[in-house]
């Protein structure tokens, strides 16, 4: 690089609180899909396996 910036670098400046909703809205995002994915592939438990394994029954 020639000391010029290229035109696809973005610069984005946020406060730290909304900086921390935003992550925290990603991690929940991401839990979401991993259930779906979980899902898909069969990975489930009845209420009642569920209960169990923490021990709710």
Do not use: C, H, P
């Amino acid at each position: 690089m020639s000391g010029k910036f290229s035109e696809d670098v973005v610069a984005i400046v946020q406060g730290l609180a909304d900086y921390e909703k935003t992550i925290e809205k990603l991690q929940f995002v991401k839990a979401v899909a991993q259930g779906l994915a979980d899902a898909r592939e069969g990975n489930v438990l009845s209420v009642a396996e569920a209960k169990k394994s923490l021990g709710l029954d």
